[in-house]
């Protein structure tokens, strides 16, 4: 059931059932981060392999230092400048978070969500949300309540409505290793933001020597099969008969005949392409076409994430 009731919320919290909850980013499937039974729960329903980690949201840094051993200096800076926000930060774990929501690893990804609904939420728990994106494994990742309920309304009994998603995809991912920054997951906060932040240049290792066991390479997929190109009208050219749907990021192509076109930004605006992203993926998934060709966007600031999100959603099943 999809409503606009904290306390229905968070009553079903209490009773270690699973909600789908808003966040600014993408919605997130939640439970009591504390509670093995919840998190057990937030597995099964997504269908998501137990060695894959989730994210644990709470609404204040003072809240956080009780989930962590240690907050290095650098991270805090991080957490100060960027919660609430869409910015997830990999630290230590303290005893009160169960092995199970961190898949037995010492680590813990946290964030505080910029969402006025979830926050209200958290702040109403005197427990933290353990929360991955509410889709089922390797699916697009729901942005609006309706979303959520097409993909998981009969496996949760609510599903708090916060509206659209403002981001529109997964939040930044980094960690911090001797006092060194390394970016996980490209999202809507950008690297040259965090390397402005801390006035020192950081880099996105290709693969590095920490573990980011969630990184699967197929990932928020569409059913559709989807190709990634850099070159919209020649792949178009070569596939000749199928039923096409093009997305793109500010060009409309009109010469091209297809079946259709989505533009994600026309005024060439990569937040709002990363804000359309999925719900876009999402429906033309829904409407039967023998492929999507999606746009390549420039590899810079958002771009790097929305790439990211391409990449992985155009993998071979
Ligand atoms: O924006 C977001 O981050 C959304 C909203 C709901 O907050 N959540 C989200 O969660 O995208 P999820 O589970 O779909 O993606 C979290 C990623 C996974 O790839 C997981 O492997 C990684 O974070 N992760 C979680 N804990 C980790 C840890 N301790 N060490 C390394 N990676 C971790
Ligand atoms: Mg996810």
Request: with cysteine; net charge negative.
């Amino acid at each position: 059931m999809i409503g606009t009731s904290i306390e229905t919320a968070a009553a079903y919290l209490r009773n270690n059932e699973v909600v789908a909850i808003p966040t600014e980013t993408v919605y997130g499937l939640a439970g009591n981060a504390f509670s093995e039974d919840a998190v057990k729960k937030i597995y099964a329903i997504k269908n998501r392999p137990l060695s894959n980690p989730l994210i644990v949201h709470t609404d204040s840094i003072e809240k956080v230092r009780n989930l962590v051993s240690t907050f290095p200096v650098i991270a805090e800076k991080l957490a100060s400048v960027f919660w609430p926000g869409p910015l997830t930060i990999i630290l230590q774990k303290s005893a009160l978070i169960p092995a199970v929501t961190t898949a037995q690893q010492d680590s813990v990804a946290i964030r505080i969500p910029n969402h006025p609904v979830t926050l209200r939420l958290l702040g109403e728990l005197d427990f933290p949300l353990a929360a991955p994106s509410a889709n089922r494994f390797a699916y697009i990742s729901p942005v609006n309540a309706q979303a959520v309920m097409e993909m998981l309304g009969t496996s949760i009994p609510y599903i708090l409505d916060g509206g659209s998603c403002k981001q529109g995809i997964e939040s930044t991912i980094v960690s911090v290793e001797n006092e060194k920054v390394f970016i996980n997951r490209p999202g809507v906060i950008t690297k040259e933001q965090i390397e402005n932040t801390l006035s020192t240049s950081i880099s996105v290792p290709t693969h590095s020597a920490i573990a980011h066991p969630g990184m699967f390479k197929k990932h928020y997929s569409p059913k559709t099969p989807m190709i990634l190109t850099e070159d919209i009208s020649e792949t178009v050219a070569q596939l000749g008969d199928l039923k096409i749907a093009v997305l793109s990021f500010y060009n409309s192509y009109p010469h091209l005949t297809v079946n259709k076109k989505v533009v994600l930004s026309p005024n060439a605006d990569m937040l709002e392409a990363a804000h359309h992203l999925y719900d876009a993926l999402y429906t033309l998934d829904k409407s039967g076409f023998d492929i999507i060709i999606a746009e390549k966007f420039p590899q810079n600031g958002i771009g790097t994430a929305i790439n990211d999100r391409l990449m992985k959603a155009s993998e071979p099943f």
